[in-house]
């Protein structure tokens, strides 16, 4: 073995001057590695090395012309001449600043995202747009980086706050950025959700909105992220009539009722009780469903044995260990 330098800075800086992949990258710019590459196909920012197999390896140099790319883009400026100005920074012609005619737009329509993944503001920039193809590509883009319960809480729900509040200040000026990236984030859990199998014989988890409930993203991403997991799901979505759940639970016999409400006015604890008390099976071997109250509505209420996740990590949890723990007994 060689001996370490004396000099430890210098240990760093040969550290830092080491070339890198593309998912090293991707990970340091807080960016799809997909995003890497189309930034490289369409705007010619790529790197200046290439292992052997054409394997990209990024340098310091390459660092920075994308470290600049990242901020601009941001900051509101289109792609093409965000990579334009990142360029000639890293060549020493003009600074990485944003371009003057891009200021004012920026001050007046940006989302207020906050401290956010890279990807919230890309996301975000797109959906103000109207860009949808972008914003497809951008979701799909988070959600095979991450996963669903990480796209969900870190990508899609902070961009959709951050609309939600832009539009409850300025009137109904940006009810169309909300309805066009709710649409493409259901569309993008949908995508991710396997189709059910052959699943007859097997207890599945079914998560409804309540009476009255017409939110019903949160739902479809833990329905995605139990597909994630190979649990058997069934969804039926929005203001699903009380009637017609007691019935869908009865037929199923369902490991897990998952009940969503937004608002406490739709939130029906005695519902709740309802689907709890249903059992079917053999006398002295009689079976019912866990009940999982799910959403903000049901805060400040109860419901006799319900279980209250408050993430969708939390909701995955919860559900994957009860129907772990039905399946045993049954």
């Known amino acids: ?25 991707a990970r340091r710019l807080g960016v799809a590695p997909t995003t890497l590459r189309s930034w490289e196909r369409r705007y010619g920012i790529g790197p200046e090395l290439r292992a052997e197999g054409r ?16 901020r601009l883009t941001s900051s509101g400026v289109p792609p093409a001449e ?18 003057e005619r891009f ?23 797109a959906a103000v747009r109207l860009h949808a193809p972008a914003v497809e590509r ?66 599945p988890v079914v998560l409804a909105c ?20 190979g649990l058997p799901t069934r969804m039926f979505g929005a203001a699903v009539p009380a009637e017609a759940l007691t019935a869908a639970v009865r037929r199923l016999g369902p490991a897990a009722v998952v009940l969503w409400a937004q ?19 053999v006398k002295g071997a009689r079976q019912q469903p866990s009940v999982l109250l799910a959403g903000p509505g049901w805060s400040g209420t109860s419901a006799r044995g319900a279980m209250r996740p408050v993430s969708l990590q939390d909701a995955v949890d ?5 129907y772990g723990a039905y399946r045993e007994r049954h």
């Not at 965000?82 to 371009?99: E, F, I, L, M």
């Not at 980086?145 to 809480?153: N, T």
């Not at 608002?263 to 099976?281: E, F, Q, V, Y």
């Not at 919860?318 to 009860?322: D, N, P, S």
């Open 263 to 281: 608002a406490r006015s739709t939130a029906s604890p005695p519902l709740a009780r309802h689907l709890a008390d249903i059992s079917w099976g």
């Open 318 to 322: 919860v559900v994957t260990g009860t």
């Open 82 to 99: 965000a990579a334009q100005v990142a360029k000639g920074a890293a060549a020493g012609s003009h600074a990485d600043r944003v371009p």
């Open 55 to 70: 394997h990209r390896r990024w340098t310091a140099r390459d660092v920075a012309v994308l470290e600049a790319m990242c």
């Open 103 to 125: 200021r004012k737009s920026q001050a007046s329509g940006a989302l207020p995202l906050g401290d956010v993944r890279q990807e919230c503001r890309g996301l975000a920039r």
């Open 1 to 25: 073995m060689s001996e370490m330098p004396a000099d430890r800075d210098a240990v760093i800086r040969a550290a830092a001057e080491l070339p890198l992949t593309t998912g090293a990258l």
């Open 138 to 203: 951008q979701l799909a883009d988070a959600v095979g980086q991450y996963g669903i319960v990480v796209a969900w809480q870190e990508v899609m729900v902070p961009t959709l706050h951050a609309v939600g509040r832009k539009w409850a200040s300025s009137g109904d000026r940006y009810v169309e950025v909300e309805h066009l990236l709710s649409w493409h984030v259901s569309t993008a859990l949908r995508r991710r959700t396997p189709l059910p199998g052959r699943q007859a014989d097997v207890s």
């Open 210 to 229: 309540v009476p009255g409930e017409q939110h019903t993203l949160p739902i479809e991403a833990l329905n995605a992220a139990l597909g994630e997991l």
